[in-house]
């Protein structure tokens, strides 16, 4: 397979660093890169090593991984460690109609865009302009736009769907939306919220309890890299603390515990 | 949406206790529940909470999430918090082909097979017939058997696929396993294997390092549940200390690092 | 060395099952041991394989970690991965005077009596009798009893000494003793408390935040085994997802942040 | 208590950073404060808030965990955290000698030091000059020089103590001293190594099954701070992922399993 003209392709140095671009004519300027020409990748075999500044880098394909790797971001991002949390334990599939409430930067968007494909949709409220926009600039640059619809609302003040697979929120007060959610998930679908803080967690899961909701459950997820060196191996020295709190919960018609 | 006649649908009883059964006609033991006539349940409205044995329940449509827990098992299976992680970081997508090394009970091919459908599929290598028999079975209950062929083959014999997305293994010899890994990927695609324990992990990056990999690296996963309880928050006094590590790499043409 | 009449010897063995016992004249039974005779003991060298009922265990002399670890329990205790931290992070050392709010069943009580042992003093207060019973009994199991005071009181009602050097409590409002803990700390002395959950911590440091303390901080301590089997190495599968949360402060006269 | 000419004092700055210094005549530079004249600290009460160059400062006695937070370092020392694990583990106390192979920049030589004070003894091994140096520079500071004797040697030829208490080492190969280690120690007395990676724990526990040793056990310990804010509470996003890992045995005469 080789590079052609309008390929978006991901570029990975010999430090490991990684970089999604188009491939279009003329000069640009890539941020770790300096200014390329990216015409002259045109023809070259996908997984071949070539030479670009000064390194040696390999050229393959972008996938869905790529673009979240290498996402514009605004503001703090639904990490993928977390975004494939949601996907499990809401079953998204394809062909689901998930909403998504907090568009941010899109991460979670490209996530849940690319596993709804090709049959399904992925509605993406934010209340803030700045934000859709680079939501949308992201999900553009993936490839993804047929599968995300964007809305420039406060979800507080009602959602359009009705009958939705799942509905993942990334605000700060998921606990107010309980309502709103029930309302718009089908039978059987699935709440979730992403919260750092313990506060919001235990609004949300006290006013999910007040209404019909079974399957109601937090989970915490760390992750640590271990490295294989010549001499032995080890856990990375490296390691995020702390993202967020996953709230989980599933619809139903009446609550089973009374 | 009311309960059929050959729907899957899942009972979850009021201790949070879940059970996936079809409605058939006439009576049937499910452990846990006793014997019920699932007939009864016909024409019920999902969600709704209704008794059985002494137990109040609701009754769900069964999800892929539903299948996974509810799995019949005989080895130890790849719980859902890893095959999140293997679905997210090989970039699985609907419409993929991916080769599984190692069926087990079914439990990640259930989770595979969900997001490749409808387009793609899951090739399940296993020399067991034991377990291509019980992963076979937890694959048809999940209604998923369109997306998935099994063989009954010893992979290190080499397998016939060429071009595929993403090769995934749980087997006890991964390093054994990358040149063969290497000639079915396609450029870039995605080679993953689960192991528990360290050696395991240090000979496959060491085998992985003298091919054509990129975005070689390791993880370990845990997660840990948060209790809500009326007083206060705190986490789970249950974790689970370990489940396995997951090693990348994907597929190229010539090293990068020399 | 040889087991002498009335020494404290410790019994593992050949699981690794370990057991606390005082050499006396005649039979006695212990829990996991049967019937035994200790006196048959005497005259054995410490270090040395004996059948004991059917098994094979070696003797050896009881250390303040064995001690902790045969634990005669009424409630739950502070494992020794917790009362290390505290020991460490409040700078406890020989010649201390520590001051407990809440025995338990003495495990935290044995560990401070033999940091601050042979000059200082742990002063434990409980407001209920049976467990200053339990712990005074596994205190003079241990052979520390004169390092140890006891005082059968509601700390809520306040402290008699003054001018200690750290003060540690295990109470459900530690919140409370804020005040007569600042009271009774000599300036530069230590605060901790070890809560189970989040409420507790934070209603504990926002009260820490109102009086004159510095170095507020609260640490989470995990810990999980790595087992060496003959094929590799890999973590436990056993692990503790929680304990309690040990939040620290240090006495001055003036807050420091306005 | 007021501050004298001579005394060891801690100052603790408005952001929380630490420093240790004497009380001594004329001006000194310290590293983060600028230049200071500590002479004129001298009669000011403990615990009071004073300025120092433009900051608010509290002055407080120094605490052995602040010679060790504020510790002069050349390579990578043994954290708090893990100190308080081998100090728990090996039931190291008042009056214990304990030899430690391995000075480094004297971090855990503190630690020891406090607990075994005041009738017990560390002998600190090192085959590097510079970090005999450097340990007994920060000793001294700490004013604990009485407690410890450093020696310029390398262990792997043999240690002079018979009949120790405890033996802990931080070489990078634990392993090869198993045999001298088991021969200094006292029945029951305890062995200890911290060791980064994994194959260093797999050899030395492999060579401590060859010898008469019980309780063989190897611990992680990992720690994460909890944040209060006012509008809740979260872990850090700040966490170490990896320190060592600590493997512990006890000396007996013969092996309990065979």
Chains 1, 2, 3, 4 share one sequence.
Not at 189 to 209: A, D, H, M, N
Not at 223 to 240: A, C, D, H, Y
Request: contains cysteine; proline residues 3%.
């Amino acid at each position: 397979m080789k590079v052609k003209l309008g390929n978006n392709v991901t570029i990975i140095d010999d430090k490991g660093k990684k970089f999604v671009i188009n491939i279009t004519k003329g000069a640009k300027k890539v941020k770790g890169l300096g200014i390329i020409n990216s015409e002259e990748f045109i023809g070259n075999r996908y997984g071949e090593v070539l030479e670009i500044g000064n390194k040696k880098c390999v050229i393959l394909p972008a996938s869905s991984k790529d673009y979240i790797d290498c996402l514009k971001r605004k503001a703090q991002i639904i990490l993928p460690k977390d975004s494939a949390q949601i996907i499990m334990n809401c079953s998204i599939k394809s062909g689901d109609k998930v909403v998504e409430i907090g568009s941010g930067s899109g991460a979670l968007t490209i996530a849940l865009a690319k596993t709804v494909a090709p049959n399904g949709k992925v509605i993406s409220y934010d209340k803030r302009k700045d934000f859709i926009e680079i939501a949308q600039y992201n999900i553009e640059k993936a490839g993804l736009e047929k599968y995300v619809e964007f809305k420039l609302k406060d979800a507080k003040n009602g959602i359009d769907e009705k009958n939705i697979d799942s509905i993942i929120m990334d605000i700060p007060e998921p606990w107010e939306l309980v309502d709103i959610a029930w309302g718009s998930l089908k039978i059987g679908g699935y709440f979730c919220s992403y919260s750092p803080l313990i506060s919001q967690v235990e609004k949300t899961v006290k006013k999910l309890r007040e209404h019909p909701f079974v399957e109601v459950y937090v989970l915490e997820t760390l992750q640590r890299e271990m490295i294989v060196l010549e001499k032995g191996v080890r856990p990375s020295f490296n390691m995020l603390g702390h993202t967020g709190y996953l709230t989980f919960a599933r619809k139903t018609l009446a609550k089973v515990r009374v």
